[in-house]
């Protein structure tokens, strides 16, 4: 049944979008100023620190897009104005006193954007395309980050090739990401001993991994948040959404067009975890031989009709390639050992894509220097 839209429901979903200098939500910051509801139509009045912010851009897209994903809603209309001089004044209370309660509920940097890559059934690549994803991101220069989320059935280590072990520093009990072709990376495959051991852990502290994964480790200054998400469309994904509430969601899915039931779970998962999904990532679309021609071996069109049913971009294609499957298990991702061939330059338009769809986070802005100013206080 579809859950009627409400204000509550609005507000939840504006949650999601940070301030990435000033490392809160434009709820709890106070600047949202009005919501009107009409129809599907949803009006949000926003007010900002200061008229021409450049941030502005990137706060009033999120904003379109978290709300655009809520079931119920036809379109986003965002009204930008600049914050009195007395509301400014409480904004920065409250900024003030984030700060000195350290509230940030985890160590990912609020101006790092985080990607969870999810499906609506298993084996479709999501581990392939999270890591060959990440490393594109990296290739494109940006600091990128790769969370195996996947906490029990994790296969990022392997497929990364590590068998580097994280350590925790003893000066701030916080664990350090192993570092894997310049990206940083973090699994409980590059904890635990060995298969029995995961094991023993499991019933032990399943629901503690993720948390600990995010409030637990020393993750650098990243611009880009890469998240393996296990199969299925269950508690990880509801975790992640409170853990994170910035998150996005990419969704992989295959070729074939008989995937409805897959565009119904990954809508209820959307819906489920309040996290926008982004765009739909067709894998083992088509293979195609040396000499050009291609095959369409698990039929076609299921990336088109699934992002059409969601009503999001269809960001990529990624051909079938037996280079892809044998690099992933000798450890030797396909777009590192052929940075030149076809897999990597569609994954890096792929990562070009996602790029303009979700921007880093740009780090001098108005409020940046805001909280500068407060740093300094
Ligand atoms: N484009 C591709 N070309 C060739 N092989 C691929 C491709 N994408 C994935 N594979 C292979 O398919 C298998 C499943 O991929 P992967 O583990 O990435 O899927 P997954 O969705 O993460 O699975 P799970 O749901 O179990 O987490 C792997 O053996 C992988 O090497
Ligand atoms: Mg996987």
Same mark, same amino acid.
């Given at each position: ?101 350290? #509230? ?246 792929? #990562? ?8 880093? #986070? ?16």
């Amino acid at each position: 049944m579809p859950q009627t839209l409400t204000k509550d429901r609005i507000m939840e979903a504006l949650r999601g979008v940070l301030d990435p200098e000033l490392g809160s939500d434009v709820v709890d910051l106070g600047m949202v100023r009005e919501v009107v509801l009409d129809e599907g139509v949803v009006t949000i009045g926003l007010a900002l620190t200061i008229a021409e912010c450049p941030m502005r851009g990137q706060i009033e897209n999120d904003t379109v897009r978290r709300i655009e994903a809520i079931p119920g809603v036809q379109r986003a209309v965002v009204k930008t104005r600049a914050m009195t001089r007395k509301q400014r004044s409480e904004l920065m209370e409250v900024a003030r006193r984030r700060a000195r309660e350290n #509230a940030a509920p985890t160590r990912v940097p609020p101006t790092t954007r985080t990607i969870a890559v999810g499906s609506g059934k298993g084996g479709v690549g999501k581990s392939s395309v999270s890591v060959n994803l990440a490393l594109s991101l990296g290739r494109l220069g940006y600091r990128v980050g790769l969370l195996d989320a996947d906490i029990w059935g994790f296969s990022i280590p392997r497929m990364l090739g590590t068998d580097a072990r994280i350590e925790a520093d003893p000066a701030t009990r916080l664990m350090q990401p192993v570092e894997a072709h310049g990206i940083e990376v973090v699994s409980t495959g590059l904890i635990i001993e060995s298969e029995e051991t995961a094991l023993m852990w499991r019933g032990l502290m399943l629901s503690k991994a993720l948390e600990q994964f995010l409030q637990q480790v020393a993750w650098g200054k990243l611009d880009y948040l890469v998240i393996d998400l296990p199969p299925g469309t269950g508690d990880v994904q509801m975790a992640l959404s409170r853990l994170l509430p910035q998150s996005e969601m990419v969704v992989v899915t295959t070729p074939s067009r008989t995937a409805q039931k897959v565009a119904i779970r990954v809508a209820d998962m959307a819906r489920r975890s309040a996290m926008p999904v982004v765009g739909v990532i067709e894998n083992m679309s088509y293979f195609e031989t040396p000499d050009g021609q291609r095959f369409e071996l698990f039929g076609r069109g299921g990336g088109e009709a699934l992002a059409d049913s969601l009503n999001i971009p269809l960001i990529g294609a990624i051909p079938l390639d037996p280079a892809l499957g044998a690099g992933a298990d000798r450890g030797e991702p396909v777009v590192v050992v052929r940075p030149d061939g076809p897999v990597a330059r569609v994954f890096m338009e792929v #990562a070009g894509r996602l790029v303009g769809l979700v921007p880093p #986070a740009d780090a001098e802005t108005c409020t940046g220097r805001i909280a500068k100013l407060l740093a300094a206080l």
